[in-house]
């Protein structure tokens, strides 16, 4: 019988994830499994959560990762912080946003939202004229618009929310291991990543953090968090304190990939990382610009991970792409919604940024574009 698995070629994951991952990482997933309850496990969890505090920094206790890729922590913000009614503000200028107010929405959420100009970030002084005189439960925005390319003013946003009175929630799922993320500083209170972009560990977990305020909030709940399986009231049991109470099966090897790639990402250093990725990010601009192709977002607002490309006139976008992926062995990423047709999105999440991987690209994009 053949061995669909067996057929698998390495791919140069340069796409908006997931990102090329970490020998140590796939290392981690082939670790024996054991059980979830295994006094060796929690100390294993005891260590992804202090490292994942680390990396978003926070002193946050309520830290740990969700099972399920970046939208179950997004969903599990939502679920877990919204009743019926509640008024949410989402700031929106890419798909993610646009998922966020889908999200609220479908829990009963009131949703108000500002769009800005995809390709363009979060205007200040929008939000500031949007929050006047009004009273948000919460409010939203995406840090690293991965449609988009564009790196939203979190910290300078989260001043204006702090003052609202509104909790503040933050969408880190690209972001995180690429540039700096600060979850105590911006006063965020509600925070979640993935895995497969800047962690460069496979899709299948969600990083999330809850402030004091927002644990208080789901505490207060007058009803009861309408989803069973993302119930922070239940699975904290599983993360905290003495008891270890079962809720569902943690995904153990996950668990073990995840660990893996927070080492690695803490023992290069973080700013040591962040820097790789914008000196990738500055080698794939300087090169593209050889090439005749221009970026898509202003330079102020580009991020480093995820670079929009405007697609040169009369070049074939799919075309372009199913060769990088057949001929060259590099995936790259489609522009979404409106941007459809109109950009291309290379990553340079993780382990993929770095200056092998961005001259490889050049070199076959130079002679895909010929
Ligand atoms: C990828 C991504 C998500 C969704 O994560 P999934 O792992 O695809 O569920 C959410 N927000 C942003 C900004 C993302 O880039």
């Known amino acids: 019988m053949s061995n669909l698995l067996d057929g698998i070629k390495p791919t140069l994951l340069m796409g908006p994830g997931p990102s090329c991952v970490y020998d140590e990482v796939y290392a981690a997933l082939g670790k024996p499994t054991i059980g979830h309850l295994d006094p060796y496990f929690i100390k294993i969890m005891d260590a992804v959560k202090e490292d994942l505090m680390a990396a978003i920094g926070t002193g946050n206790h309520l830290t740990m990762p969700m099972s399920g890729t970046g939208s179950s922590g997004m969903e599990t913000c939502f679920v877990n912080l919204v009743e019926p009614g509640d008024k949410v503000l989402i700031l929106t200028n890419g798909v993610f946003g646009k998922r966020m107010e889908d999200v609220a929405g479908r829990l009963g959420a009131e949703v108000d939202s ?104 789901v505490k207060a709940r007058k009803s009861k968090v309408p989803n069973w399986y993302l119930d922070l009231t239940m699975i904290m049991h599983y993360w905290e304190g003495n008891t270890r109470a079962y809720h569902h099966t943690a995904p153990i090897n996950m668990i073990y990939a995840l660990y893996a790639a927070l080492r690695h990402f803490l023992e290069e250093g973080q700013d040591k990382a962040h820097a790789r990725h914008q000196d990738a990010h500055e080698r794939l601009v300087a090169g593209l610009e050889k090439l005749g192709i221009s970026m898509y977002v202003d330079k102020a607002s580009r991020l480093p991970m995820l670079n929009a490309v405007t697609i040169p006139q009369g070049v074939d976008d799919a075309g372009v792409r199913s060769r990088l992926l057949k001929e060259y062995g590099i995936e790259i990423g489609n522009g979404l919604g409106t941007l459809a047709g109109k950009i291309w999105r290379i990553g340079l999440m993780g382990h993929t940024a770095r200056p092998e991987n961005v001259d490889r690209l050049l070199a076959a994009l130079a002679s895909c574009i010929k």
């Open 114 to 217: 500002v769009h800005f100009e995809w390709g363009t970030p979060v205007l200040l002084e929008e939000v500031e004229k949007k929050l006047k005189g009004k009273s948000y439960a919460i409010v939203a925005v995406v840090h690293a618009e991965t449609s988009t390319g564009v790196r939203n003013p979190v910290a300078e946003v989260g001043r204006l929310v702090r003052s609202s009175g509104a909790l503040y929630l933050v969408d880190c799922v690209t972001s995180l291991g690429g540039i700096p993320v600060r979850m105590d500083e911006w006063g965020a209170d509600a925070l979640y990543s993935g895995t497969q972009k800047c962690l460069s560990c496979p899709p299948g977990l969600a990083p999330l953090s809850f402030s004091d305020r927002a644990v208080n909030r």
